[in-house]
């Protein structure tokens, strides 16, 4: 379980703002939230796992004293690390009316995340772009299984022989390992010329805390998935090796709701088919969100990270020297 936004974190968000800023916060007491800079500049500062943050009615009392132009900022705690993010403070409280009440009589809202940021539901001109990350002090990247898929990646294999659908996986499936994404296959025990895709996997499961309920029988039947750090999903492949692409297409639209990467991989004869699938329905809504990829495509890919595997063994190694 992720904790709430603690003391700790704050301070840490603080840090981060004093330094992105140069400037010094000093908290305005008896509030938790607002903070203001030397030069008197308001900071309201919302925290928490969650997509709802509130404000009491004495507080946005306060903010409509100020009537100046502030910081909005909205940080979204995470596991590993704290994501802030910062928009218009005038733009919040001007909008107040437009927030829903509490008993209390205080003000409430929700935030709806985006790639690069995220914006106010109930004010959607209330835009905050993400300004920074902050990882806990203890979170450190797991690179143990690098040098283990390093190995993997080189070895030598019969060009001649026909790549079968498995070994398109497991390419997948090992760029997704070495880029350090967290990773997965429904087709945990079938063989690939590397090994046994569920082998090669990060993953025994589908990451369960970062998905809704609803999604995941779902995405545990796409081929090949990669999921960040914190288990959400940031890419999806269909390999449509000998299959109906048709039908790869509709297992990715059933997930595009995650906000993620829609991949299709296949020979290049089949791209005029993809295109000409993405005018009907339901694909058409979101035809943006997808991409075709052909097997040469895939190869130049993997070949790249395998040479980079090798450049960076070897840098290593006389660096320890």
């Not at 990646?153 to 996986?169: G, K, M, R």
């Not at 995941?216 to 750090?229: A, H, K, L, N, P």
Request: hydrophobic share 35%; net charge neutral; proline share 3%.
């Amino acid at each position: 379980m992720v904790e709430k936004f603690t003391d700790n974190d704050r301070k840490l968000v603080i840090e981060e703002l004093e330094r992105i800023q140069k400037t010094k916060l000093t908290q305005v007491k008896p509030s938790r939230k607002l903070f203001c800079d030397e030069n008197g500049l308001p900071f309201l500062i919302f925290g928490g796992k969650e997509d709802w943050h509130g404000i009491t009615e004495n507080g946005m009392r306060e903010l409509d004293n100020y009537n100046k132009e502030g910081a909005f900022v909205v940080v979204k705690k995470f596991k590993t690390k704290l994501e802030i993010n910062v928009g218009s403070l005038s733009v919040f409280v001007k909008n107040q009316s437009k927030l829903s009440k509490t008993k209390a009589g205080g003000f409430q809202f929700h935030c709806i995340t985006t790639e690069d940021g995220l914006y106010v539901e109930e004010i959607p001109d209330l835009y905050c772009n993400k300004v920074a990350e902050v990882y806990f002090p203890n979170h450190k990247k797991d690179l143990s299984r690098l040098k283990e898929i390093s190995k993997i990646i080189n070895i030598e294999v019969n060009d001649d022989a026909p790549l079968t659908h498995s070994d398109i996986q497991a390419k997948l499936i090992l760029i997704g390992s070495y880029l350090n994404y967290r990773t997965y296959t429904p087709d945990r025990g079938k063989q690939s010329i590397y090994g046994t895709l569920g082998d090669l996997c990060s993953e025994k499961e589908v990451p369960k805390d970062s998905i809704p309920a609803v999604s995941i029988d779902t995405v545990r039947f796409i081929d090949v998935i990669w999921f960040d750090e914190e288990g959400y999903p940031t890419h999806a492949f269909e390999v449509e090796h000998s299959t109906d692409i048709t039908k790869g297409l509709l297992r990715l639209y059933q997930v595009h709701k995650l906000r993620i990467k829609l991949y299709i991989i296949a020979e290049e004869e089949n791209k005029v088919k993809f295109k000409k699938e993405l005018l009907k329905n339901p694909f058409h809504k979101i035809k943006q969100d997808y991409v075709f990829k052909n097997y040469q495509e895939l190869d130049e890919f993997f070949e790249s990270v395998k040479k980079f595997t090798k450049v960076q063994e070897k840098f290593l190694q006389k660096i320890v020297l």
